[in-house]
């Protein structure tokens, strides 16, 4: 019944205005940093600690949805590989006992990492097409739309992806000659080079422009594909190489270059992994972290650290009926990765710790405070040709 005369003289009133002030005193925050970390987070009175176990909690349970309905976050496209397995024991009478088929699924992002990015440059990319001109990778393949997998995903020609200019004809998808003579040499598993004058998509498909391409492409022994490398004409010819050599006369301190984590690596390039990170030693949430460990490597072992073998390594042709044997490798003297290995790109390393030495002004704050008041600079960045962000 109190309640309820409450509410009435609140409705009339009375004192409903005095009481509506009083809880607005009580609820208000006049600290505006609490204020700022109410609206972040939701909760009152909180500290630096706080706050850190809320992104913690917050990034474990985004974890946990990895994997669980509702996280999609998009199909990895592999390619397989397999092999058939005969019966080769001794027999009187030659006979051909299949016991089964031996098969490995390998993503086409690892073959993608085959190819380093940093020497195409920016307007040059890389490809690839198996023996029926269907595309393996392509920057233009699009095999899903909002998050459907197209049915003829894995059946994309190349002709539908390089789409040929052509003045005298109007029609989006002209027959151009040149490009079907490419395609059929890529599927023959020839080598050579072109040069096509293409239809070039930028800024989110918003605007198109022609550009003059050249197709360098070549087969990839004991595999039905045909890699392929564009670049723009005239474009590529040069490029600015440099670093800091790493030997056992130069002592790399990873804190001191990278001392805080205001700094970012491309995402997308390989600076160095191991080979089976399969044990928790060797998982590191982000790219940083990676590079960090193997840095805090290379300083440890000095001379003695492996860069790792290139993993470009052309297979051999090894003598016998014209096709692939298994044990061509081992026998041509090969050697395979062990479990242990690992594989560094010593020139893009070499790189990024110069760039990082060079930027560590972006972290020293007295250096920064005076840059700043100087140029009246509220906020910098830089991004260097290593992939660096600071």
């Not at 109410?38 to 850190?52: H, P």
């Not at 190819?115 to 029926?132: D, E, Q, R, T």
């Not at 840095?295 to 073998?309: C, I, P, T, V, Y």
């Not at 790189?351 to 140029?375: P, W, Y």
Request: charged share 30%; hydrophobic share 30%; aromatic share 10%.
């Amino acid at each position: 019944m109190e309640q309820s005369q409450n509410i009435a003289g609140a409705e009339d009133g009375s004192d409903g205005g005095a009481q509506h002030q009083q809880l607005e005193d009580l609820t208000r925050l006049s600290d505006k940093e609490q204020m700022a970390n109410f609206l972040t987070y939701g909760k009152w009175d909180l500290n630096d600690a706080s706050i850190e176990k809320l992104i913690k909690d917050d990034e474990k349970k985004k974890r946990e949805l990895q994997g669980k309905e509702g996280s999609f976050k998009g199909y990895k496209l592999m390619t397989s590989v397999s092999i058939p397995v005969y019966n080769k024991k001794n027999h009187t009478v030659r006979i051909a006992e299949l016991l089964g088929v031996a098969g490995t699924d390998v993503p086409i992002a690892e073959i993608e990492k085959l190819i380093p990015p940093y020497k195409l440059g920016v307007n040059g990319y890389s490809f690839a097409v198996n023996n029926n001109g269907y595309i393996l990778y392509h920057p233009d393949l699009r095999p899903m739309f909002q998050e459907i997998l197209k049915p003829n995903y894995n059946s994309v020609d190349l002709a539908e992806v390089e789409l040929v200019h052509n003045p005298q004809h109007d029609e989006p998808r002209y027959n151009d000659s040149a490009l079907y003579m490419m395609r059929k040499e890529m599927v023959d598993q020839k080598d050579g080079l072109a040069r096509l004058t293409v239809k070039v998509h930028m800024d989110d498909m918003k605007r198109v422009t022609v550009r003059e391409q050249e197709y360098f492409y070549y087969n990839i022994s004991n595999t039905p594909f045909t890699l392929g490398i564009v670049m723009p004409t005239k474009y590529g010819k040069y490029r600015v190489s440099g670093g800091l050599e790493l030997n056992q006369n130069r002592h790399i301190d990873a804190t001191s270059i990278f001392s805080d984590d205001r700094w970012k690596l491309h995402p997308d390039w390989v600076y160095c992994e191991y080979n089976y990170a399969g044990t928790d030693d060797r998982k590191f949430d982000s790219p940083e972290k990676n590079m960090k460990h193997f840095l805090e490597r290379l300083a440890d072992e000095k001379a003695s650290f492996n860069w790792g073998q290139s993993r470009v390594r052309p297979l051999p042709k090894c003598q016998g009926n014209g096709y692939y044997q298994a044990d061509c490798p081992k026998s041509a003297g090969i050697p395979t990765a062990g479990k242990n290995s690992h594989y560094c790109d010593k020139e893009l390393v070499q790189a990024l710790v110069l760039d990082g030495e060079i930027t560590k002004i972006f972290t020293d704050e007295k250096s920064r405070k005076d840059l700043f008041k100087q140029f009246g600079i509220e906020l910098s960045f830089v991004s260097t040709r290593s992939g660096l962000t600071r």
